[in-house]
C-alpha cells in the first residue's frame, strides 16, 4: 500500500502545481497580460515625458526671452507691430 501511496502524492502534488502555473495568481497568461499593461504603460510615460520636456522648455523660452513670446503673439494672436504691413499668403 506504501508503495503506491507516494506515486499518488506525487502526481497530486503535480496536478496542483501544474493548475498553480495556468490558473493561479502568477499563472502564464496573467503575467504575459501584466507584461502587455506594463508596454502600455510604458509607451504612455514615454509620451507624457516628451510632453513635459516640451513644455518646460517653452516655460525656459518665455522666462528667458522676448522672442518667444511676441512669436506666439504673432502666430496665435494675430499681433502685427506698429508701421509693419501684414500680408497673408496661401500657397496653393
Same mark, same amino acid.
Given at each position: 500500500?506504501?508503495?503506491?501511496?507516494?506515486? $499518488? $502524492?506525487?502526481?497530486?502534488?503535480?496536478?496542483?502545481?501544474? @493548475? !498553480?502555473?495556468?490558473?493561479?495568481?502568477?499563472?502564464?497568461?496573467?503575467?504575459? +497580460?501584466?507584461?502587455?499593461?506594463? @508596454? #502600455?504603460?510604458? @509607451? #504612455? &510615460?514615454? !509620451? #507624457?515625458?516628451? @510632453? &513635459?520636456?516640451?513644455?518646460?522648455? /517653452? $516655460?525656459?523660452?518665455?522666462? /528667458?526671452?522676448?522672442?518667444?513670446?511676441? /512669436?506666439? #503673439?504673432?502666430? +496665435?494672436?494675430?499681433?502685427?507691430?506698429? &508701421? /509693419?504691413?501684414?500680408? !497673408?499668403?496661401?500657397?496653393?
Amino acid at each position: 500500500m506504501a508503495s503506491r501511496l507516494v506515486p $499518488v $502524492v506525487l502526481l497530486v502534488l503535480l496536478a496542483a502545481l501544474h @493548475a !498553480q502555473l495556468w490558473l493561479g495568481r502568477g499563472s502564464i497568461p496573467r503575467v504575459q +497580460e501584466m507584461q502587455r499593461q506594463l @508596454a #502600455a504603460q510604458t @509607451a #504612455a &510615460n514615454d !509620451q #507624457a515625458r516628451q @510632453a &513635459n520636456e516640451r513644455l518646460n522648455s /517653452e $516655460v525656459h523660452d518665455l522666462k /528667458e526671452g522676448l522672442d518667444m513670446v511676441e /512669436e506666439k #503673439a504673432r502666430s +496665435e494672436l494675430g499681433m502685427v507691430k506698429p &508701421n /509693419e504691413v501684414y500680408v !497673408q499668403f496661401t500657397p496653393r
